[in-house]
């Protein structure tokens, strides 16, 4: 698997929507003075991407010298960090991206004012200022979505790793904040298996809710026929024999909330 092709699913998840709201500017401005003074507590790096408008925000506390980074707030016109993303051992920024996929469609599964509730967590190799590797932490959330249900901003943040022993993997977790829950992150999940439509994913919800084809045909206002042809093509794009294990691989990514 490629990293690029990973990246590049990312891009066309994120910069892809079709943003029919308005940013609401006070609400970023708010949360870039929110995160000045969070650096300045917690000593970290915090990146706030803007999807709508492609662009990212740096905040600098100390951890900052790590990267080599001088000032303490920056302007990037790009959603995403390549300048650290270029510094994280290849297989780690792979799994990284593969998680954020799966982190992507939970986010797009759950109704807007619920995706405060989860972040994701891993630990990543990454390149210090002697380019050597040596573990750091990353968290990463969506504080913000807009009306129209798009995502609008991710906040990262990068901070040391008291952990620096070599266990192979990101041990990357997808969780609730408000229960400690934790959604599986599957590492061996591709991500052209998470690439089902809009209307894939409400019909593989209403497959796990229990529902025939005929029922979901009635509650969708689609022939039966269009029904089994979704099915097909989601067993087909998750690489699954058939819907059962589709629902349970759904679950694993993150796609459709345990329950």
Sequence with gaps: MNDKFTQKNINKLLLGQKFSSFALEDELENLKSSLREFVKIDNCVAVL???????????AGSFASFFGISNLEQNIDSAFEDFIFEKIHPADLELRHKLEVQYINLQLSLPTAKRIEYNTECRIRVQNQEKEYQYIMHQMRYPRSLPDGTIWLAVCLYYPAMNQSLTGGIDGVIYNNTTGKVV?????????QSSISARELEV?????????SKNIAFHLQISVNTVHRHRQNIISKMKVSNVAEAVSKAKLMGILANR
């Excluded at 991407?49 to 905040?59: A, H, I, L, N, P």
């Design 204 to 212: 593989l919800t209403l497959i796990s809710q229990g529902l025939l």
């Design 184 to 192: 599986n992150f599957d590492s061996s999940v591709e991500p052209e």
């Design 49 to 59: 991407s803007d999807f709508k408008d492609d662009r990212s925000f740096v905040f």
